[in-house]
């Protein structure tokens, strides 16, 4: 076996147990509550350290928040991807699709994980941070999609990177209040659409 193909295996094994940990750690914050829930807790359950614990996770609020960090790459790489003539703002609902197939694929997990997010102060706080930073990863790449001068596409990028990721606070949100059973999708678009009238 080749060192990449050992790299790759450790890896694989990693996220598999990082994955296993984070699901067991969300039912408990489900059951018992967030605060109410301590790292020794979850490590019980799991049956691993609390050493080992925190190689996989600096603290308690980032197993709850997930691969926040990863998925604001993603969303850099997904606005990419899309055609340069694209409209900015369909651009953005766009990039945004792969949360939207992640979350509908496992409903039910998906609506357990938010409804923990919203339930603990610590956790909507430390989640707008982690949009602040998809903002800042995010609007360079907007100011090659919208017009004006400099001064102005930065000012432009920055509504329409801050606006997107609202939308999407706000389309999870009611897809959350409604258990499901509205498309988020549709929920999706209809935020957009709120917006989708401002010149950029």
Not at 28 to 37: D, M, P, V
Request: with cysteine; proline share 3%; hydrophobic share 45%.
């Amino acid at each position: 076996m080749t060192s990449d193909a050992r790299l790759n295996l450790r890896q694989t094994a990693r996220d598999a147990v990082r994955a296993q940990v984070r699901d067991r750690a969300m039912d408990l914050f489900a059951e018992r509550g967030f605060e109410q829930t301590t790292v020794d807790d979850i490590v019980g359950v799991v049956g691993i350290s609390a050493r080992s614990f925190f190689r996989y996770f600096p603290t308690k609020e980032d197993v709850a928040l997930g691969e926040g960090e990863r998925w604001g790459e993603q969303v850099v790489e997904a606005l990419a991807q899309q055609p340069e003539d694209a409209d900015p703002w369909q651009a953005m609902r766009d990039a945004l699709q792969f949360l939207v197939d992640g979350a509908t694929a496992d409903p039910e997990r998906a609506l357990r994980d938010m409804r923990v997010i919203v339930s603990a102060p610590s956790l909507r706080a430390r989640n707008m941070e982690k949009h602040l930073e998809w903002a800042r990863l995010l609007t360079p790449a907007a100011e090659q999609r919208v017009g004006g001068d400099r001064k102005t596409r930065r000012l432009r990028a920055q509504v329409l990177v801050h606006g997107s990721i609202m939308c999407l606070d706000v389309a999870f949100a009611e897809w959350v209040a409604g258990d499901g059973k509205t498309s988020l999708n549709d929920l999706l678009d209809a935020a957009f659409n709120e917006l989708h009238s401002l010149e950029v």
